[in-house]
């Protein structure tokens, strides 16, 4: 028994140098992580649009893809849909480093906590003990060779992160439904990273032509972005097709469809979106894109530019960042804002149809200023936009 007694304090001794050792180089890897991220992130900000003030909160969410998702802030980790808290710590140093996905703690009782995120759960490790408190894959990749890599990192995990339940939402603290503009870009985004299933079922479980989220109204272009989001993952035999089809000619003018989208007539923009959505699928597209000044025409960037009419108006507004980024993807120039924060980079301010109660969890700050952050809209049009810059080293 004695010698029993005496190997595990042996052991003791012999492992818990080792694990303060390891987490205290951890620890200064994660820093020397962080301050390469801020580096490159002041770098866009410089060769982009500058930055927008967001409330000045420190917190993190854990919980990509189909994972629970979770809120860090303040030495509180909590379930970031319901409050309910899940740990806290007395925390004497705290750093979290958005690039890594992970928050690293100091505690009042000499322990080293870390929280973080990788491809196949989100953990809590400490004493060098892991636990994971969700899993679910994820494709993560480090985009190296990219001009920003660290940047698009933080960028992909926002998007990844409000996928609830499998529905792309643009912010799941203030929208409990999938918008289809904003799921078709975070789409697009997740063709490029691997990450289609995580959004799959639900777009294989559509039926209806339009999401009805802006006051119940039928958006023109709700037509062609659930075409477009059926080619991702299905093809013409989905029963949707058949509905958005004969849909289009409630909107049919001529050689081209216009109706209503955010309240406003978008003939540019909604054909452009039904061309797309037709050819995606290898369907006849019957239409051209009108010869007309339309405010939404420079938002469809990745096709059809040449059919355009010149001088298109460049949006440029705080509120709806994503309308920004667009357009600059549209016209090759660069004034596009991220906010001033490590994390999150993305907002949205003022939206008619935000439920802004819903992010007090976070700070009441946000909700007496109506924005919420991340948004996934402005987080696929800054992601696909840096994504094309010359792959150079990250500087």
Avoid at 5 to 21: E, G, K, Q, Y
Avoid at 25 to 33: A, E, M, T
Avoid at 121 to 133: C, P, Q
Wanted: with cysteine; hydrophobic share 40%.
């Amino acid at each position: 028994m004695r010698m029993i007694i005496v190997a595990v304090a042996l052991v003791s001794r012999l492992c818990c140098p080792m694990f303060a050792a390891d987490d205290a180089k951890r620890w200064r890897d994660l820093s020397v992580g962080r301050d390469a991220y801020r580096k490159s992130l002041t770098q866009v900000r410089k060769e982009h649009g500058g930055a927008y003030k967001l409330p000045a909160i420190d917190f993190f969410l854990f919980g990509m893809g189909s994972r629970d998702k979770y809120l860090y802030t303040n030495g509180h980790l909590q379930d970031a849909l319901t409050g309910r808290v899940i740990r806290t710590w007395e925390v004497m140093e705290e750093l979290i480093a958005p690039s890594s996905y992970t928050v690293a703690l100091k505690t009042k009782d000499g322990k080293t906590v870390f929280l973080f995120e990788d491809e196949s759960a989100v953990w809590i490790e400490s004493d060098g003990k892991r636990e994971a408190l969700s899993k679910g894959n994820v494709k993560l990749p480090d985009f190296k060779g990219r001009k920003y890599q660290l940047v698009l990192r933080v960028l992909h995990q926002e998007l990844l992160v409000n996928v609830v339940d499998g529905k792309p939402v643009p912010n799941f603290f203030v929208y409990s439904k999938p918008w289809y503009r904003d799921g078709a870009m975070m789409a697009m985004a997740f063709q490029k990273t691997g990450n289609l299933h995580v959004v799959k079922d639900w777009i294989l479980s559509l039926r209806e032509p339009y999401d009805r989220n802006n006051r119940g109204e039928t958006e023109a272009d709700n037509l062609g972005e659930a075409l477009y989001l059926v080619s991702l993952v299905s093809d013409k035999s989905h029963p949707l097709v058949p509905i958005v089809l004969k849909e289009f000619s409630r909107f049919e003018k001529g050689q081209y469809i216009v109706g209503r989208s955010d309240f406003g007539l978008h003939p540019v923009y909604q054909t452009k979106w039904a061309k797309f959505g037709l050819r995606s699928l290898g369907l006849a597209d019957p239409y051209n894109v009108p010869k007309e000044k339309d405010s939404y025409a420079a938002l469809f960037w990745w096709a059809y530019k040449t059919d355009d009419m010149p001088g298109q108006k460049i949006i440029a507004d705080d509120r709806y960042p994503y309308l920004g980024w667009a357009a600059c993807h549209y016209a090759s120039s660069k004034s596009g804002k991220l906010s001033n924060r490590d994390y999150p980079l993305t907002w949205e301010a003022h939206a008619s149809q935000a439920k802004y109660d819903g992010i007090k969890r976070i700070s009441a700050e946000y909700t007496r200023r109506k924005v919420c952050a991340p948004h996934t809209w402005h987080a696929a049009e800054a992601f696909l936009y840096l994504i094309e810059e010359a792959q150079d080293a990250e500087p």
